[in-house]
Structure formats: structure tokens, C-alpha cells
């Protein structure tokens, strides 16, 4: 690897698994808006937050790892890379809460107006 390429390692994945997973359940609280959808939605949504911030700690203490061993002139660079990665992490933790908010409140406001209706699932 060059010093220009990125390099993203499995914490990062990890949270983009973990957020794609959220965003697939609030998407499917708004297609069809239950108890039960509406629980899995936020419970998902919590899982992938706290692995977006478990990806930022593993990726800040894999970073301080590889500078205890690297050569001083390349310190700079392993440090820059897993400060990247750690920020990667948050990055697709909040980013994707942003986003799943939107499915998740229209999912909300049909299943509210069903249950004003009287058509609770």
C-alpha cells in the first residue's frame, strides 16, 4: 500500500454492516408500521451506535498499537490511518441515524394515525 491509498479495516465495516442493518428495519417500519417493526427499528438503531463507537475505540487503540511498533519516520502515517478508521466509524454511526430517522418517523406518524383509526396491528 502506498501512502495515498485508504485503508479501512473490519471495526468500519462492522458499523457500515451495523447501520445498513437499522436502515433496512426503519425501512420497514414505514412499509408497514407495528409494535413490533417500531421496537426492532430502535433496538437497531442502538445496536448501530454502539458499534459505530466500539468501531472509533477499536480503531484509536489498533492505531496506538501499530505507532508502539512502527519505525519513527512511518509513525505519522499509521497514526493518521487508524484515526481514520476510528473516524469512519462515527461517521457511519451518526451519519446513518440521520438518515434512519426519516423511514422511522413516517413509520410512526402511519402507525399513530392507525391506531387513532382504531386499526392498531
Not at 50 to 76: C, E, H, I, N, Q
Amino acid at each position: 500500500m502506498g501512502a495515498t491509498s485508504q485503508h479501512v479495516g473490519w471495526p468500519a465495516w462492522l458499523a457500515l454492516i451495523l447501520v445498513a442493518l437499522s436502515l433496512a428495519l426503519a425501512v420497514a417500519h414505514a412499509v408497514r408500521p407495528t409494535r413490533r417493526t417500531l421496537v426492532w427499528a430502535a433496538v437497531a438503531l442502538a445496536v448501530s451506535l454502539l458499534g459505530g463507537f466500539l468501531g472509533t475505540f477499536l480503531g484509536l487503540m489498533g492505531s496506538f498499537d501499530r505507532v508502539a511498533g512502527t519505525d519513527p519516520s512511518l509513525k505519522a502515517t499509521a497514526l493518521a490511518r487508524g484515526i481514520s478508521e476510528a473516524m469512519s466509524c462515527t461517521a457511519f454511526a451518526l451519519g446513518g441515524s440521520v438518515v434512519w430517522s426519516i423511514p422511522f418517523v413516517v413509520g410512526e406518524v402511519r402507525r399513530r394515525r392507525r391506531k387513532l383509526a382504531g386499526v392498531e396491528r
